[in-house]
């Protein structure tokens, strides 16, 4: 069955290297490291090397030698928003530019003051929302980040040593569900709330849609709570553009059905992802076998 287990590729040890490069030698040093660290994943991460080859060959239809360099392009540009997202983390994004197609969208939504949701994926570099955000008129409107915390917890807690504050906060996706009265409360003040809604995990409820021409789960939590809320959405992507530049879209759904329903909203998220995923094929970041792709053809 296809699922995403919760597990993050790094260590401690190696985002340590990469803040230490960083802070020496500078961000040019740093992304020149990566092609070691792209060559060592793509030969000894096999697990990872092969979905990520399944996707561009069987779901973007690339040519066989295309979809191999497709696959290590895609590791390198991974690893660039690592060290992106941690160089901006702790004080360097003045050396970044942040660019903004639909910005006029997110601005109502947050000046509107009714709450609403705002969905994005695995794709690019979302993560770094927040210091998109900070961009933005949040006087009296709150913006959370659902996050996962099945991360390495000693990453989390190095990197957040070594950060610069912003004012998005989090909300922790808690094993035993606490986050959802969290969940609850901030939509009833009127704030916002951000999922990357893309990955299913094993034992929840799910919705299935076709996504590049095979069907997918999506987990149904996101699209349920949104329609059975009735508070506005957006879809919102955060992409790596030439050098050192960050592209952020914001989308918002066509609906044709009243009521809205999940089925309606999945619908409209898929649709935008595809979109997005067509401009930047080499910022898929989904390592595991998205559609069962793997089974079917070991």
Not at 42 to 57: A, P, W
Not at 174 to 187: A, C, G, P, Y
Not at 228 to 243: A, D, N, S, T, V
């Amino acid at each position: 069955m296809s699922q995403w287990e919760g597990k993050a590729k790094g260590t401690p040890l190696g985002y340590k290297i990469f803040i230490f490069v960083i802070k020496s030698f500078g961000l040019n040093a740093a992304y020149f490291v990566l092609y070691f660290v792209s060559f060592y994943y793509l030969v000894f991460s096999f697990s990872t090397t092969r979905t990520s080859f399944y996707f561009f060959r069987k779901r973007l239809n690339q040519s066989f030698i295309r979809a191999i360099v497709s696959v290590c392009k895609n590791y390198f540009v991974f690893g660039q928003t690592l060290i992106d997202r941690t160089a901006i983390s702790f004080g360097l994004k003045e050396k970044y530019t942040f660019t903004y197609d639909g910005k006029e969208k997110l601005q109502k939504l947050l000046d509107k003051g009714e709450g609403g949701f705002i969905y994005s994926a695995h794709v690019g570099s979302f993560n770094i929302a927040r210091y998109f955000f900070d961009e933005f008129d949040m006087v009296g409107t709150g913006v959370n980040l659902l996050v996962t915390d099945q991360e390495n917890e000693q990453i989390k807690e190095y990197v957040g040593s070594v950060s610069s504050g912003t004012a998005m906060k989090c909300i922790v996706i808690k094993e035993d569900m606490s986050h959802i009265f969290q969940m609850n409360d901030v939509l009833a003040s009127g704030e916002v709330i951000i999922f990357a809604s893309d990955r299913y995990v094993e034992g929840v409820q799910f919705l299935e849609q076709e996504l590049f021409g095979k069907i997918a789960k999506f987990p149904s939590g996101p699209y349920k709570l949104a329609a059975r809320k009735k508070k506005p959405i957006l879809f919102m992507y955060i992409m790596r553009g030439k050098g050192k530049e960050y592209n952020l879209y914001a989308r918002e759904p066509i609906f044709e059905n009243s009521p809205i329903k999940p089925s309606h909203i999945l619908s409209e998220y898929v649709r935008n992802l595809e979109i997005m995923v067509k401009k930047y094929p080499l910022q898929w970041f989904n390592y595991y076998d998205y559609w069962d792709d793997l089974k079917t053809n070991s």
